[in-house]
Protein backbone atom coordinates (compact mmCIF):
# COMPACT_ATOMS: atom_id res chain seq x y z
CA UNK A 1 0.00 0.00 0.00
CA UNK A 2 -0.06 1.97 -2.00
CA UNK A 3 -0.11 -0.18 -5.23
CA UNK A 4 0.43 2.42 -7.40
CA UNK A 5 2.38 6.13 -7.36
CA UNK A 6 5.21 5.38 -5.45
CA UNK A 7 7.42 8.09 -5.51
CA UNK A 8 11.24 8.71 -3.92
CA UNK A 9 10.68 9.65 0.00
CA UNK A 10 7.31 8.12 0.04
CA UNK A 11 7.10 5.31 3.16
CA UNK A 12 4.87 1.76 1.35
CA UNK A 13 3.71 -0.61 3.24
CA UNK A 14 3.64 -4.49 2.20
CA UNK A 15 1.25 -6.88 3.86
CA UNK A 16 1.67 -10.78 3.98
CA UNK A 17 -1.59 -11.93 3.77
CA UNK A 18 -1.35 -15.74 5.66
CA UNK A 19 -3.85 -18.90 4.80
CA UNK A 20 -3.16 -19.79 8.14
CA UNK A 21 -1.13 -18.24 11.63
CA UNK A 22 2.69 -18.66 11.55
CA UNK A 23 5.62 -18.34 13.86
CA UNK A 24 6.76 -15.85 12.01
CA UNK A 25 6.98 -14.27 8.00
CA UNK A 26 10.14 -13.15 6.58
CA UNK A 27 10.02 -10.55 3.75
CA UNK A 28 12.47 -11.04 0.83
CA UNK A 29 13.96 -8.39 -1.53
CA UNK A 30 15.05 -9.68 -4.74
CA UNK A 31 16.07 -12.89 -3.19
CA UNK A 32 17.68 -11.41 -0.39
CA UNK A 33 15.35 -11.73 3.23
CA UNK A 34 15.10 -8.24 4.16
CA UNK A 35 13.04 -8.35 7.35
CA UNK A 36 10.51 -10.86 9.57
CA UNK A 37 8.54 -10.75 12.18
CA UNK A 38 7.67 -12.78 14.96
CA UNK A 39 4.12 -13.44 14.70
CA UNK A 40 1.57 -13.89 17.64
CA UNK A 41 -0.55 -17.00 17.58
CA UNK A 42 -4.00 -15.56 15.81
CA UNK A 43 -2.31 -13.18 13.41
CA UNK A 44 -2.47 -14.00 9.62
CA UNK A 45 -0.93 -10.44 8.37
CA UNK A 46 2.36 -9.05 8.71
CA UNK A 47 2.68 -5.60 7.79
CA UNK A 48 6.58 -4.31 6.83
CA UNK A 49 7.10 -0.39 6.05
CA UNK A 50 9.76 0.85 3.70
CA UNK A 51 10.51 4.15 5.27
CA UNK A 52 11.57 6.74 2.74
CA UNK A 53 11.76 4.71 -0.14
CA UNK A 54 14.80 4.92 -2.14
CA UNK A 55 15.99 3.52 -5.61
CA UNK A 56 17.64 0.54 -3.87
CA UNK A 57 13.92 -0.26 -2.50
CA UNK A 58 12.70 -0.74 -6.62
CA UNK A 59 12.84 -4.13 -6.40
CA UNK A 60 10.80 -7.85 -6.39
CA UNK A 61 9.26 -8.78 -3.30
CA UNK A 62 7.76 -11.81 -1.62
CA UNK A 63 7.03 -13.39 1.77
CA UNK A 64 7.32 -16.76 3.19
CA UNK A 65 6.03 -18.12 6.64
CA UNK A 66 7.69 -20.82 9.02
CA UNK A 67 5.35 -22.78 11.34
CA UNK A 68 6.31 -24.45 14.17
CA UNK A 69 3.99 -27.66 14.51
CA UNK A 70 4.45 -29.49 12.21
CA UNK A 71 7.67 -27.56 11.52
CA UNK A 72 8.11 -26.13 8.23
CA UNK A 73 8.93 -23.56 5.45
CA UNK A 74 5.72 -22.39 3.26
CA UNK A 75 6.13 -21.48 -0.74
CA UNK A 76 7.04 -18.32 -1.68
CA UNK A 77 4.21 -15.84 -2.11
CA UNK A 78 3.31 -14.36 -5.57
CA UNK A 79 5.68 -11.84 -6.08
CA UNK A 80 5.40 -7.89 -6.10
CA UNK A 81 6.80 -5.59 -7.82
CA UNK A 82 8.15 -2.15 -6.50
CA UNK A 83 7.79 0.43 -9.18
CA UNK A 84 8.69 3.95 -7.81
CA UNK A 85 8.71 7.17 -9.86
CA UNK A 86 11.57 9.31 -10.00
CA UNK A 87 10.43 12.69 -11.10
CA UNK A 88 14.12 13.93 -12.17
CA UNK A 89 13.05 12.34 -15.29
CA UNK A 90 10.80 14.19 -17.67
CA UNK A 91 7.23 12.69 -18.20
CA UNK A 92 6.02 11.19 -21.91
CA UNK A 93 4.61 13.73 -24.46
CA UNK A 94 0.98 11.69 -25.85
CA UNK A 95 -0.85 12.26 -29.01
CA UNK A 96 -4.09 10.63 -30.05
CA UNK A 97 -5.20 9.78 -34.42
CA UNK A 98 -8.75 11.15 -33.36
CA UNK A 99 -9.10 14.89 -31.76
CA UNK A 100 -13.03 14.93 -31.27
CA UNK A 101 -16.00 12.04 -31.29
CA UNK A 102 -14.46 8.43 -31.94
CA UNK A 103 -16.94 6.29 -34.11
CA UNK A 104 -17.74 2.95 -32.05
CA UNK A 105 -15.98 0.07 -33.76
CA UNK A 106 -12.99 2.33 -35.57
CA UNK A 107 -9.36 2.30 -34.65
CA UNK A 108 -7.88 4.96 -32.76
CA UNK A 109 -3.69 5.23 -32.18
CA UNK A 110 -2.10 6.85 -29.11
CA UNK A 111 1.53 7.73 -29.60
CA UNK A 112 4.07 8.31 -26.83
CA UNK A 113 7.13 9.69 -26.71
CA UNK A 114 10.09 9.28 -24.23
CA UNK A 115 11.90 12.08 -24.35
CA UNK A 116 15.10 10.50 -25.98
CA UNK A 117 15.24 8.09 -22.56
CA UNK A 118 14.90 4.77 -24.53
CA UNK A 119 13.51 1.83 -22.21
CA UNK A 120 9.88 0.35 -22.21
CA UNK A 121 7.23 2.87 -22.56
CA UNK A 122 3.38 2.30 -20.84
CA UNK A 123 -0.24 3.05 -21.85
CA UNK A 124 -2.05 3.45 -18.48
CA UNK A 125 -5.89 4.63 -18.80
CA UNK A 126 -7.06 6.50 -15.49
CA UNK A 127 -9.19 3.91 -13.28
CA UNK A 128 -7.36 1.06 -14.27
CA UNK A 129 -4.23 0.26 -11.49
CA UNK A 130 -1.85 -1.96 -14.19
CA UNK A 131 -0.72 -0.26 -17.37
CA UNK A 132 -3.66 -1.66 -20.59
CA UNK A 133 -0.07 -2.04 -23.18
CA UNK A 134 3.53 -1.56 -23.12
CA UNK A 135 5.86 -1.20 -25.93
CA UNK A 136 9.72 -1.40 -26.31
CA UNK A 137 10.63 0.92 -29.44
CA UNK A 138 14.12 -0.82 -29.36
CA UNK A 139 15.96 2.73 -29.12
CA UNK A 140 13.74 4.75 -30.72
CA UNK A 141 11.41 6.66 -28.42
CA UNK A 142 8.14 6.53 -29.76
CA UNK A 143 5.55 3.98 -29.33
CA UNK A 144 2.51 3.59 -31.28
CA UNK A 145 -0.56 1.79 -29.36
CA UNK A 146 -3.73 0.75 -30.88
CA UNK A 147 -7.08 0.21 -29.59
CA UNK A 148 -9.01 -1.83 -32.39
CA UNK A 149 -12.82 -1.50 -32.78
CA UNK A 150 -13.35 1.05 -29.75
CA UNK A 151 -16.14 0.58 -27.76
CA UNK A 152 -17.66 3.07 -24.79
CA UNK A 153 -15.63 0.87 -22.63
CA UNK A 154 -12.48 2.43 -24.49
CA UNK A 155 -13.35 5.62 -23.44
CA UNK A 156 -11.83 7.78 -20.61
CA UNK A 157 -8.35 9.24 -20.29
CA UNK A 158 -5.04 7.84 -21.52
CA UNK A 159 -1.83 8.76 -20.05
CA UNK A 160 2.11 7.23 -20.75
CA UNK A 161 4.97 6.51 -18.38
CA UNK A 162 8.11 4.72 -19.28
CA UNK A 163 10.89 3.04 -17.39
CA UNK A 164 14.24 4.12 -18.24
CA UNK A 165 16.56 2.11 -20.33
CA UNK A 166 17.98 -0.52 -17.37
CA UNK A 167 16.06 0.21 -14.95
CA UNK A 168 13.02 -2.12 -14.82
CA UNK A 169 11.56 -1.04 -11.47
CA UNK A 170 11.67 3.01 -12.05
CA UNK A 171 9.18 4.65 -14.07
CA UNK A 172 8.83 8.35 -15.36
CA UNK A 173 5.85 10.45 -13.74
CA UNK A 174 3.09 10.31 -15.80
CA UNK A 175 2.34 12.27 -18.54
CA UNK A 176 0.18 14.70 -19.73
CA UNK A 177 -3.25 12.83 -20.74
CA UNK A 178 -5.90 12.68 -23.87
CA UNK A 179 -9.47 11.42 -23.87
Not at 45 to 53: G, Q
Not at 150 to 174: E, Q
Request: proline share 7%; aromatic share 8%.
Amino acid sequence: HPSQGVSLGDTVTLRCHLPKPAAWVELYQDGLLRSYKDMDKHQVMAEFSLVCVKLEDAMKYWCQYRVLEPPGVSEKSVPIELVVTDHRYSPPNISISHEKTVEVGTNVTIQCCNQGYGGIIFLHKDGHSAPLQHQDPHGGGTATFTLFGVTPADSGTYRCSYHPKASLFVSSPLGDSVT
